[in-house]
């Protein structure tokens, strides 16, 4: 079976759009015009969709990517494709060791069978074919919240921290920690990225100033807020309004009421015991409350489509579910199928929605070019928190249960 999705998966890379590392290649051109001394953020390049691209990541991430542009082309490109796949593979283990190991899968097997269809996912493709760090970023949360905090390691919060000082969306899981009660990890996570983000300001620091001072606040470097690709409540709104910009108190009510409930529910999935399905909500939360949120950001449908499926499947031997019919489990499933068949399809990867602004026109347009925000949401209400127990043996006396997923 694992031979059969990964011959399957190249297919999808070549129906897709290509896109030649379009993200990297703007990178490295930044950093090469800011190794010739001049100032980080005035490197724009135009492109026919967005209009003029800039660098818009932190200065932590600059100092990260300087020594890059002094490789070839070819090379970076190899090393970011190798590290993105590698870290595919790593993070697919990690959420896939527990299940297999409850269910009496061997590992190897569920790991392999899953692996592909991770690759197959839009937001994979997306991050590979741009020449992404995304990847990076999740290998440095799921550390931290599958491993370093349920132990309470004295690492736990260095790892989403770093990630903050790198790229500012993963900031909600330091909120998500503080919504756990989790108060040490989320004061290391808050000091780990205001470190990381001293040492770019000791290195840089006229760029430093001017990014948190003003090219923070300017969505517009990033590209246009109604293109398909932006996955976020603000990109939805903007598509109705399209050439104007939303109600900015119509969106702000909206951030508050979806990320006040997301994180409520997150919050409640991590003290509950099921980390993973917190993880999943936060990262869902975060998506649709930042204001650009491209589909190779969201990577977050992968956690939660596990813990769809994982909710769905019968329990295994000596496990008992608190108060999951099979009806209920059924509709799990075929939930996980219905998420995972649309971040496979994607909302831009088979279509091109043209450069010109144009706002949505019709009911099947507006579920398609909107698919990962209604997914999102509909996602922070009804992804269980699974509660599974062990049984004793019947010969053994009664013990209290453990929670499968810390």
Do not use: C
């Amino acid at each position: 079976m694992t031979v059969v999705l990964a011959a399957v998966v190249p297919v999808v890379y070549l129906l897709g759009t290509p896109h030649n590392f379009f993200d990297l290649k703007i990178y490295m051109k930044a950093m090469r015009f800011w190794a010739d001394g001049h100032p980080l953020y005035d490197y724009a390049q135009p492109d026919r969709v967005q209009g003029e691209l800039y660098f818009t990541y932190p200065p932590f991430s600059a100092l990260l990517l300087r020594p890059f542009a002094d490789l070839r082309l070819g090379v970076t490109v190899a090393i970011f494709t190798i590290l993105t796949s590698l870290a595919v593979v790593v993070t697919t283990w990690w959420l896939m060791k527990p299940i297999a190991d409850r269910r009496g899968i061997p590992r190897w097997f569920a790991a392999g069978a899953a692996i592909p269809l991770v690759f197959a996912a839009e937001s994979t493709r997306e991050t590979i074919t741009f020449g992404q760090i995304n990847m990076l970023l999740v290998v440095l949360i799921l550390a931290d919240l599958l491993f370093a905090v349920p132990r309470n390691s004295r690492w736990a919060g260095v790892g989403i921290g770093l990630a903050t000082a790198l790229k500012l969306f993963p900031g909600i899981f330091i909120i998500y920690l503080l919504a756990a009660r989790r108060w040490r990890d989320a004061t290391v996570a808050s000091a780990t990225a205001a470190v990381a983000t001293l040492l770019a300001a000791a290195v840089a620091p006229g760029d430093s100033w001017r990014f948190w001072t003003h090219e923070l606040w300017s969505t517009n470097r990033v590209g246009r807020t109604d293109y398909t690709g932006n996955q976020s409540l603000f990109g939805l709104l903007s598509r109705f309004t399209v050439p104007d910009k939303p109600d900015q108190l119509l969106w702000l009510s909206l951030v508050a009421v979806v990320g006040g409930y997301g994180l409520w529910r997150a919050s409640r999935a991590a003290r509950g015991g099921d980390g993973l399905a917190g993880l999943a909500l936060t990262g869902l939360v975060g998506s649709l409350v930042s204001p650009i949120s491209w589909t190779h950001h969201v990577y977050w449908f992968i956690p939660a489509v596990l813990v769809l499926a994982d909710a769905g499947m019968a329990s295994p031997p000596g496990w008992e579910p608190a108060g999951t019919s099979r009806r209920r489990r059924r509709t799990l499933l075929v939930l996980a199928a219905v998420v995972y068949g649309s971040v496979v399809y994607g909302v831009v990867s088979f279509h091109d929605w043209g450069s010109a602004p144009e706002p949505t026109n019709s009911p099947v347009e507006f579920v398609l070019r909107n698919m990962y925000v209604l997914l999102a949401v509909v996602l922070l209400v009804v992804l269980p928190t699974r509660h599974l127990v062990r049984m004793a043996p019947a010969s053994s006396p009664p013990r209290s249960g453990v929670p499968v997923t810390r």
